[in-house]
């Protein structure tokens, strides 16, 4: 994923994206969900490769790696997500490149870095979610460790991917030259982690944001609500007047924030009670009453549906090849570059031939 959201973020901005793939099967995103009926392209396939153009090569063949070298000679950026040091077993590394083509901008990603014990360990998002100690962070130590239900690592690794790539072109426009860009999903959890991380290496102290007192996810008669009772003069009296009881800072097991978290078991034990007594609508209206920071939890279907993922106009729909397209699109608005899918997710080799011919043309051009 960590490539394919970098390219694509480029893509739906402008930039004309090649995507080289193996013959026969191409992607393995195109077969993610293996039951889809015939001739239909993958869902996760198309959430990814929008806009872009698809062509096949077999790398064994000497004349399709020379294709590949006559490209990056007219390329401004080359991306790829292998492991460390495969690119440079197919004589395609950052040196084999730039000595081609100086302007270049390499960008590679790797699961844990170029180099390091980890180096050349398969990358995945779940291992990097237990290296970097994402997992092992809950909101309770009584919750079980488990992997989280997104792709975080991936998600966040390919936007900075997408960030290197465009400083890199800035720099570029200041001394000419390309360069390498490396990102791993591991530096991406960490970077995630850069409060807590910091409080750890100039305190020795554990901070979880999830863990606070006053905060957390509670079941309602209908459903579930979450809560954060932070940013208020008396967080604790705000919640108790919502939800109809006696200030609980009157009971001296809750007097302080120190005495709230000594508790924090006992005090969410009758938040827990209060809540499963009404619905989530009820709730919310009395939490929003005493301006109190709280949402419903949402299946992503529901999120999909809501009237604000509509206003935000974040699902973003055209023809495809054989099916109806319909995706989640660029979480980035700006006003004189909308986001539209303006070549649908091309089937694998659509776009062969006519790169192959562009690329004569060029060759043409630069001998004449």
């Known amino acids: 994923m960590m490539g394919p959201v970098a390219t694509q973020m480029l893509a739906d901005y402008g930039a004309d994206v090649i995507k080289i793939e193996k013959p026969g099967t191409g992607d393995l995103s195109r077969t993610a969900f293996p039951n889809d009926p015939a001739g239909l392209t993958g869902p996760v396939f198309c959430s990814l490769n929008r806009n872009k153009r698809s062509i096949v090569l077999d790398l064994r063949k000497p004349e399709d790696r020379d294709f590949v070298i006559a490209l990056a000679r007219n390329a401004d950026v080359v991306v790829n997500n292998f492991r460390a040091g495969v690119m ?51 909101s309770n130590d009584d919750q079980p460790l488990a992997v ?34 490396a990102v791993s999903l591991y530096d991406s959890m960490l970077a995630a982690q850069t409060q807590e991380a910091a409080a750890q290496l100039m305190r020795g102290r554990e901070v979880n944001w999830g863990a606070m007192p006053l905060s957390g996810v509670f079941e309602t008669s209908d459903g579930a609500l979450v809560m954060v009772g932070a940013f208020k003069a008396d967080p ?31 005090l969410q034990a009758i938040f827990r ?34 009237e604000q993922t509509l206003v935000n106009a974040m699902i973003i729909e055209a023809d495809g090849e054989v099916e109806r397209i319909r995706v989640v699109g660029s979480p980035i608005h700006m006003s004189d570059a909308p986001v539209e899918i303006r070549i ?11 790169v192959r011919a562009e690329l004569a043309a060029l060759t043409i051009r630069a001998a004449e």
């Open 236 to 266: 604790l009296g705000d919640i108790s007047n919502a939800l109809g009881i006696d200030h609980l800072g009157q009971d001296a097991r809750f007097a302080s924030f120190a005495d709230q978290v000594a508790n924090k078991q006992a």
């Open 344 to 354: 649908a997710p091309p089937s694998l080799g659509r776009d062969t031939d006519q």
């Open 273 to 306: 009670d209060r809540f499963r007594s009404g619905s989530t609508a009820h709730w919310l209206a009395r939490l929003e009453a005493q301006d109190l920071l709280c949402a419903p939890v949402k299946s992503l279907a529901e999120a999909l549906a809501d």
């Open 148 to 181: 989280h239900a997104t792709t975080f690592a991936d998600y966040s690794a390919g936007m900075h991917m997408v960030q290197g790539v465009l400083l890199a072109i800035l720099q570029r426009q200041k001394t000419g030259r390309g360069q390498r860009i």
């Open 88 to 138: 440079e077993r197919l004589g395609f590394g950052y040196e084999d490149l730039a000595k081609i083509n100086p302007r270049l901008i390499y960008a590679v990603g790797t699961g844990f870095g170029l180099e390091g014990p980890y180096a050349h360990k398969g990358g995945q998002d779940v291992l990097a979610q237990a290296l970097s100690g994402v997992m092992h962070r809950r």
